[in-house]
């Protein structure tokens, strides 16, 4: 089992620029997530699908967009980059019945 | 707004001592109780997690979890140089499929 995966692990964007990060887990969990880590701020939730064909906002979802294609992918859509979108991305999906979340590796994403 | 808070740190201790990580929460309702480890530059890895009220051991991790004072706590026994990491809590909002996490308590383990 390769658990959660994420790609790209780095990437380099200009201001204005659109990029997908990619998730997917092997799993068979149902819910989804994903988060951004920032220096002091701890890991805040963009996006989750509870289960395959629902979507939600979590607490910093502007100037975001997700997608969940199938029970195993979670995309994460950034139309047009902005610097303050600078951090490491996180994907996790959750194993009931106990809720426990596993993270995939990340991705450090940069906006010039 | 829904909170979880921890100490920054950094925690030191010396090696072979007990380190205690505290966190408080916010919202009363909370069921759910993580604490995940994380090294520099890795995601986290779940290490514990509390649903009821008292403590949990597994190993040398034990959760405390007193939800009358919105409080969990992590005890590491027996701290190694291994233990060094950023320690986070998380907790899931009540009626919601979300989860907060604080900022994190850096833990040093001193050879």
């Known amino acids: 089992n390769a658990g959660v995966t994420q790609t790209p692990k780095f990437q380099v964007l200009k201001t204005g620029q659109s990029m997908t990060l990619q998730c997917a887990q092997d799993m068979n969990h149902n819910s989804m997530y994903w988060y951004r880590q920032d220096p002091g701020m701890g890991l805040r939730l963009i996006y989750y699908?509870?289960?395959?064909?629902?979507?939600d906002k979590g607490e910093v979802p502007n100037g975001y967009n997700v997608s969940r294609l199938n029970k195993r992918e979670f995309s994460l859509r950034l139309e047009s980059a902005a610097p303050s979108q600078t951090s490491v991305y996180f994907c996790?999906?959750?194993?009931?019945?106990?809720?426990?979340?596993?993270f995939g590796p990340g991705t450090r994403l940069t906006v010039l | 707004q829904k909170e979880v808070e921890q100490n920054s740190g950094p925690l030191s201790v010396p090696e072979g001592a007990i380190a205690s990580l505290n966190c408080t929460y916010s919202d009363r309702g909370s069921q759910s109780f993580f604490w995940y480890r994380q090294y520099s530059g890795k995601s986290p890895e779940l290490i514990m997690f509390i649903y009821s009220n008292g403590d949990k051991e597994d190993g040398r991790f034990t959760a405390q979890l007193n939800k009358a004072s919105q409080y969990v706590s992590l005890l590491i026994r027996d701290s190694q140089p291994s233990d060094s990491a950023t320690y986070l809590c998380a907790v899931s909002l009540s009626g919601t499929y979300k989860y907060i996490f604080g900022t994190g308590t850096r833990l040093k383990v001193l050879a």
């Open positions: 996790a999906s959750i194993r009931g019945p106990y809720n426990e979340q596993f």
């Open positions: 699908s509870a289960s395959e064909g629902t979507t």
